[in-house]
């Protein structure tokens, strides 16, 4: 029998890449914790609200930097301190290039065959 919980329609594979989100006038920095071909699930220090789609640059190492648009799809608090709130965002990816999307999953399949 399967888990009703489990929706994901991919296993997310694990990363460590550079993100920044181009939110109207504003930059924020975070970090790739892991993603699907769907999207990517985030960590960083602010996050205002936001409606509709929003671009992002992402920088992996050894290769030239992917730019995509994406929504947010929910967001939690991933560690609250004194020295401030560490927040985890879901993001769909609305607009991302062939070739990128063809990256996403050549990693996800060597992550999960090795």
Known sequence: MSHPTEKREYPR???????????????IEGVVENFTPKGLFISCDQF???????RMVIKIPGRPTM??????MWSTILDASESGTRLGVGIEFTEISE?????????MKEYHQG
Do not use: C, H, M, R
């Open 99 to 107: 070739g990128d999307l063809q990256y996403l999953y050549e990693i």
């Open 48 to 54: 205002p609200q936001i409606e509709g789609s929003f």
């Open 67 to 72: 730019n995509a648009a994406g929504k947010v």
């Open 13 to 27: 594979a694990q990363a460590k890449w550079t993100v920044t989100l181009l939110i109207a006038e504003t930059q």
